[in-house]
């Protein structure tokens, strides 16, 4: 395990996500992260686990230029996250609950985007029905309502509501945690299987130790007091992986360290 965290050159031209010494204070007292560096190159998929209230949440708002950092320098894209998110559109985020509009259906909900980026959806009707069948719903379930659809289906649709948009960086802050162990494996295999059609940067925060080594080809573990990121573990499975992959020896092997740095880090 590569307990060193990641020194890749940002100034490498396929580096999506650059951090260097990155801070965040609230309130002048509350420091919730610390000296965070680290580089994402496009195409990756990195998990971000750590204990409750380490940052990680905090960390992902900062790169999806919800909020700006109090110390360091951190970039999207070359752009200030805030300036990449207007210039480029490069970035989607999905949230621990669907967030679905309650008097939208599913086809409305997901060309919300489209509607906000004023995109002329006439000349693109092909755009949200492609969305709806690439996250594995059929066209009856385009006139649901949220109150229609189980919770594994309302996050289907909050996804590709994220994805309407082609991101170039998919952000995810927990999408699953709230969803039964079945339709959680399922929702991971078919993340990556998306992942693998379009090759979109992803950054996926997790409390699953399994769900991060089952995703990612890299996972970033944080330490909490403040936040800071403590250890940069590569993942070697390769893709595309198996749901036997789960009950291979080498799975557990790996996700027994990850977890016990976890462990270290809530200590």
């Not at 905090?58 to 110390?71: F, N, V, W």
């Not at 699953?176 to 992942?195: H, K, P, S, V, Y």
Request: proline content about 5%; glycine content about 6%.
């Amino acid at each position: 395990m590569n307990d060193a965290v990641n020194q890749t050159n940002t100034e490498t031209a396929n580096v999506i996500v650059a951090a260097d010494d990155v801070g965040m204070t609230f309130d002048g007292a509350h420091h919730a992260l610390d000296n965070v560096s680290l580089s994402i190159e496009g195409g990756e998929f990195v998990s971000i686990i750590g204990p409750s209230g380490c940052g990680k949440s905090t960390l992902l708002r900062l790169i999806a230029g919800l909020a700006e950092p109090t110390a360091g320098t951190l970039t999207v894209g070359g752009l200030l996250p805030a300036e990449a998110r207007r210039a480029w559109h490069p970035m989607a985020f999905v949230f621990q609950d669907a967030t679905l509009l309650p008097w939208r259906n599913v086809i409305d909900n997901i060309q919300l985007p489209l509607e906000l980026e004023r995109t002329d959806l006439s000349a693109n009707r092909s755009i949200v029905p492609e969305s709806l069948k690439l996250i594995g719903l059929s066209e009856t379930d385009a006139a649901k309502y949220p109150r229609m659809l189980s919770g594994g289906m309302r996050m289907r649709v909050s996804l590709a509501r994220a994805l309407v948009t082609d991101p170039a960086l998919l952000m995810l802050d927990e999408p699953f945690g709230a969803l039964d162990e079945m339709t959680r494996q399922r929702l991971n295999e078919d993340l990556l299987r998306i992942w693998a059609e379009k090759k979109w940067t992803a950054l996926f925060v997790t409390h699953n130790v399994a769900e991060a080594v089952f995703l990612s080809q890299r996972i970033l573990v944080m330490g909490t007091a403040p936040g800071r990121i403590i250890a940069d573990v590569a993942v070697p499975f390769a893709y595309p992986r198996s749901p036997a992959l789960r009950a291979e020896a080498d799975f557990a092997r790996l996700t027994g360290e990850v977890s016990a740095r976890l462990r270290e880090a809530s200590l």
